[in-house]
């Protein structure tokens, strides 16, 4: 038996490696609805990534159409005699909505699932077309035309949304070479070496296979053109676990036989033989090791593989295919047999995977759901694997050094550092290392030794139990803080004359009518040192504007808007921008009270130039699209990088009931007087949380309140003033392009000198590059410089690698 393989254009492979999406659901599920969803877009011919957030609502109903479509899947394969192998049967436990008569189990059976299968993908549609998850379809339609190949990935770690069929999605209707596969949260990239072969070597495990036919699988893999296939039969665990090890390595893994998952969908096992039944951990090492000698793809075709499949992403290996429900013969064999003929025959994987699966529409009639089996659970990659790419190319000759052999050697060093510099400072201006650059910058930041709070300042949060209280007297509140409330604080705390009250909790004028008289009574006692806040709006959460409140004047009003890196981290402040139609401040939230507090000092604020603010004696200096390590950086006014205090406690914090109540009227006179007091929420369900570049120091990532961004905000300011505490600054243009060179020519002197003294040439090289990052450290934590570090070591790194090719 021969594979027709036909000749496929490869530039679906082209296009394939240039559009990919990469949806994050982050850690909902369908019971909770998922707040966070992040779609990260790669478009062909665009440099740069994109970004769009998101959101998504439960669904709970999705996991009960799930457990309504496997019922009749299962009651209709027993009606045709088929066996199905599950290991965790679902009980028969029929909805009154699923009408099956005894009398004609297969007719009606047949119906009720064309029936089920329809309102599924209803459903997806409905789900997906939630108004919160409108801004990622919006850019998917517009990014992207139904002829490209794009590779959808959902990164997910809930067993349930993992069964559900997103291949029915309207979008993967629309574009017909989309295809979609399942990833987990947490991805490492492995280094893998390619298998010193010019084959595709496969691995095929033929597993027990009492009352199934695997020898057609056998036949199709024994065919395939341009592959070395191993085939294992019913091994002993023994025997599988040294072929694993081999040390020619596995570009394939397959698996036809008998396999389980839980019920959970977090683990399985197969049956390598009639006696022998082995989970994924048992056979970590063995897989670790072939994931490491060049292991691309693993294929199970046996049944209820999402257990399985869920353990292999574990130890990352790249790609992946299961079936998601036990799986007759035929319809396992068809799907191989289609999968090797496109996949081989030059499609790109993921599109071959989709074909295979479409075609397995054919089978409906005598297997229905045949082609809602398979499905791929894969690691995030830029570039789509294909057949052609894991046969091994011969290695070119080496072409003649553009340096000459006779050239002397500090012309070779200029030259070589002078080009590497060059093209690194190339790359870093198209944005290509600023990922890179502040991911480092978030690792000084968080080197730097542990500072005292701020005691200029204090907090009065608001929390889940403060907003009880509220409710408890009766209360009528807006949000998190009801106007009465507000009066009764400011009362309290306005008699021992704080120097600055900010409040920063949203108050919207529409609401007044809650308790019109406490309002008023709100508006009223706002003195000079209150300051509210407004939201402009826009952005990359593309907020909506918030205005002010009534009767308050703008001079006390700041706004509260966020200046988001791509990564959605906060390292910068505003000081001002433009103002919105109904926030009409030009200053932000932080800016007006550290103005107010610092004004009442006697000093002054000036604004020298576009691009330099004084206040003080201190200068700041705006961030620009092509400053430091920003090279995309879309500023909307004057915003600056924010020095964090190095302190898990900005300031002093107190509950807003320990206050109201009476607890701390003895200690108020200290908390208070002559302090700036920052009035905000810390529950969580308000979703006023963000990341810093602290957040990923812990694990899990910790997130900081807005209140206490605010802080951190005020106190880089007044602190740098008066304490003369460290402005962020960074080189000119020319000035780190002489520093990227002198380290690319550090690098040369390190090669001239000991390339032929291996050991004391990594002593030097490793030296010089933690020196590297000492200075970097150093500079950014005594005097705030911000020092190219990436394109340093990349320079470095380019440099010692052109001398170690031309000293081979």
Same mark, same amino acid.
């Given at each position: 038996m021969n594979l027709a393989l036909p000749k496929i254009s490869r530039s679906h492979c082209l296009l394939l490696m240039s559009n990919l999406v990469i949806l994050n659901l982050g850690r909902g599920d369908l019971y909770n609805g998922f707040a966070w969803v992040t779609a990260q877009l790669q478009v062909q011919d665009q440099p740069q990534n994109r970004q769009v957030i998101g959101s998504l609502p439960a669904a709970p109903h999705l996991v009960e159409l799930y457990r309504h479509w496997q019922l009749l899947y299962d009651l209709l394969y027993q009606a045709r005699s088929f066996i199905i192998h599950r290991s965790h049967p679902q009980p028969i436990d029929i909805d009154e909505d699923i009408q099956i008569d005894d009398t004609d189990v297969t007719h009606v059976g047949e119906a009720d699932f064309a029936e089920v299968c329809q309102e599924f993908q209803h459903q997806i549609d409905i789900w997906l077309d939630s108004p919160d998850f409108s801004p990622i379809c919006r850019q998917l339609y517009q990014q992207f035309n139904p002829n490209q190949d794009i590779r959808v990935i959902i990164q997910t770690e809930d067993s349930n949304l993992r069964k559900i069929p997103w291949y029915t999605w309207r979008f993967f209707r629309d574009y017909p070479h989309a295809e979609v596969s399942l990833s987990s949260l947490n991805i490492e990239p492995r280094k893998t070496t390619q298998p010193p072969t010019k084959t595709v070597r496969i691995l095929a495990i033929l597993g027990d296979a009492t009352g199934i036919d695997i020898d057609v699988d056998q036949q199709y893999l024994a065919s395939l053109d341009g592959a070395e296939t191993v085939f294992l039969v019913e091994p002993r665990r023994q025997e599988l676990n040294e072929q694993l090890w081999h040390n020619q390595g596995w570009t394939i893994l397959f698996f036809a036989g008998h396999s389980s998952s839980q019920r959970d969908g977090n683990s399985g096992e197969i049956y390598i033989n009639p006696n022998e039944r082995l989970t994924i951990p048992q056979l970590k090492h063995a897989l670790n090791e072939a994931i490491a000698a060049g292991l691309q793809l693993a294929i199970f075709n046996s049944c209820d593989g999402l257990g399985l499949a869920r353990q292999l992403s574990d130890l990352q290996i790249p790609h992946i295919i299961v079936m998601r429900e036990p799986v007759p013969d035929n319809v396992a064999q068809a799907f191989l047999k289609y999968f090797l003929i496109e996949f081989a025959g030059g499609r790109c994987f993921d599109l071959a995977v989709r074909k295979a699966r479409e075609r397995l529409q054919g089978l409906e009639g005598e297997f229905p759901g045949a082609s809602w089996l398979p499905i791929i659970v894969q690691t995030p990659t830029p570039i789509a694997p294909t057949w052609q790419n894991w046969l091994q190319q011969p290695k070119p000759a080496p072409k003649p050094s553009i340096m000459g052999a006779r050239r002397p050697r500090w012309q070779t060093l200029l030259l070589s550092s002078a080009i590497a510099t060059g093209l690194v400072m190339g790359v870093r201006w198209l944005g290509f290392l600023q990922s890179t650059e502040l991911w480092a910058f978030d690792v000084l930041m968080r080197m730097r030794p542990t500072e005292l709070p701020d005691d200029r300042l204090v907090i009065i949060t608001i929390d889940a139990a403060d907003i009880q209280y509220q409710d408890q007297q009766g209360m009528k509140r807006q949000g998190s803080l009801a106007d009465q409330a507000l009066v009764n604080l400011l009362d309290k705390i306005q008699p021992h004359q704080p120097a600055v009250i900010g409040l920063d909790i949203y108050r919207d004028p529409v609401a007044f009518r809650l308790d019109p008289d406490a309002a008023k009574q709100a508006i009223r006692e706002r003195d000079q040192r209150f300051i509210d806040i407004c939201q402009i709006g826009g952005g990359v959460r593309t907020s909506p504007e918030i205005p002010s409140p009534s009767g308050v004047p703008v001079q006390q009003v700041g706004f509260s808007d966020l200046p988001y890196d791509p990564d959605l981290v906060i390292r910068r402040q505003i000081f001002g921008m433009a103002a919105g139609t109904q926030c009409q401040t030009q200053q932000s939230f932080s800016f007006q009270i550290a103005h107010h507090y610092l004004t009442s000092r006697d000093i002054e604020f000036k604004r020298l130039s576009r691009t330099r603010f004084q206040i003080g004696t201190r200068i700041f200096p705006k961030s620009e699209r092509h400053r430091g390590g920003y090279h995309n950086l879309d500023s909307g006014g004057f915003e600056v990088l924010l020095n964090y205090r190095a302190t898990q406690r900005i300031a002093q914090k107190v509950p807003l009931q320990q206050i109201l109540d009476g607890s701390k009227d003895g200690e108020l006179a200290t908390l208070i007087r002559d302090r700036i007091v #920052?009035? $905000?929420?810390?529950?969580?369900?308000? $979703?006023?949380?963000? #990341?810093?570049?602290? @957040? &990923?120091? %812990?694990?899990?990532?910790? *997130?900081?309140?807005?209140? *206490?961004? +605010?802080? +951190?905000?005020? @106190?880089?300011i007044i602190s740098a003033v008066l304490n003369q505490r460290p402005v962020v600054w960074w080189f000119p243009q020319w000035g780190d392009v002489l520093w990227v060179w002198a380290w690319s020519g550090i690098a040369g002197v390190c090669m001239e000198r000991?390339?032929?003294?291996?050991?004391?040439?990594?002593? &030097? =090289? $490793?030296? &010089?590059?933690? &020196?590297?990052? =000492?200075? =970097? %450290?150093?500079f950014l934590w005594r005097t705030g410089l911000w020092l190219p570090l990436m394109p340093s070591i990349v320079a470095f790194a380019i440099v010692g690698i052109f001398y170690f090719c031309r000293s081979v």
């Open positions: #920052l009035i $905000g929420t810390i529950d969580n369900s308000y $979703g006023d949380y963000h #990341l810093t570049p602290y @957040s &990923a120091a %812990f694990k899990p990532i910790q *997130e900081l309140s807005g209140v *206490e961004i +605010q802080a +951190q905000m005020v @106190s880089h000991w390339h032929q003294q291996r050991f004391y040439l990594i002593v &030097a =090289g $490793g030296t &010089a590059l933690a &020196a590297l990052w =000492g200075c =970097g %450290f150093v």
